[in-house]
């Protein structure tokens, strides 16, 4: 055997070396995203959670809930904060679920839930009063999506308290 024939020789097994691990660094790649994508979905699953134990922990923030979504006009002032700011904090939590569905860091079926939850909270009567002047504070792309929602699924829509009794 001559050096020419070695030297490609040790070319090759170089080459072939490179190759396994570029593949071994795209495997890698792909299994942290997945490891990543299951962290940010227990996340957000977690803070839904938190989220919805706040009617559960507290029965100030339930009755205010409660009343405001099946009659908002006649709330009170302290009532109608409770439940804005309730609005709010989900609204937040389904922004970033929506964001995060968009990018692939959560599963669809995770995000539908999210989905429509929102949905059949702005279906209610306190809903509907406060997604007006609430849809502004989300995303551009996040707020057009969910107007074209609620405009697509009408008065046939489920209402939260439908779904959720004890509200």
Same mark, same amino acid.
């Not at 396994?20 to 942290?32: D, P």
């Not at 962290?39 to 699953?45: A, D, G, K, V």
């Not at 968009?102 to 509907?128: H, K, P, V």
């Given at each position: 055997? $001559?050096? /020419?024939?070695?030297? &490609?020789?040790?070319? *090759? #097994? ?5 190759? %396994?691990?570029f593949?071994? =660094?795209?495997? !890698?790649?792909?299994?942290?995203r997945?490891?990543?994508? &299951?962290?940010? !979905?227990?996340?957000? +699953?977690? !803070? ?5 134990? *706040?009617?559960?922990? /507290? +029965? ?13 006009? #006649? ?7 409770? @439940? $804005?700011?309730? %609005? =709010?904090?989900?609204? +937040?939590?389904v922004?970033? &679920?929506?964001?995060?569905?968009? /990018?692939?860091?959560?599963? #669809? &079926?995770?995000y539908?839930?999210?989905? $429509? ?6 279906? #209610?009567?306190g809903?509907?009063? %406060? ?9 551009? /792309?996040?707020?057009?999506? @969910? ?17 959720l009794?004890?509200l």
């Amino acid at each position: 055997m $001559n050096w /020419d024939a070695l030297g &490609a020789i040790s070319e *090759l #097994t170089a080459a072939l070396a490179f190759l %396994v691990s570029f593949l071994f =660094v795209g495997h !890698q790649l792909r299994q942290n995203r997945e490891m990543e994508r &299951a962290s940010n !979905q227990r996340e957000i +699953l977690n !803070q839904a959670r938190g989220f919805f134990s *706040l009617t559960r922990s /507290d +029965l100030r923030i339930l009755v205010a809930v409660s009343e405001c979504m099946r009659d908002y006009a #006649t709330a009170n002032q302290e009532k109608k904060h409770i @439940f $804005n700011m309730w %609005v =709010v904090d989900y609204m +937040l939590l389904v922004e970033q &679920a929506w964001y995060m569905r968009r /990018d692939g860091y959560i599963n #669809t &079926a995770s995000y539908d839930g999210f989905e $429509n939850l929102c949905l059949a909270m702005f279906a #209610t009567e306190g809903g509907q009063a %406060v997604w007006p002047r609430l849809k502004a504070s989300w995303g551009r /792309d996040a707020s057009e999506h @969910f107007e074209k929602r609620l405009l697509e699924s009408g008065a046939d829509s489920p209402k939260l308290y439908d779904l959720l009794p004890y509200l």
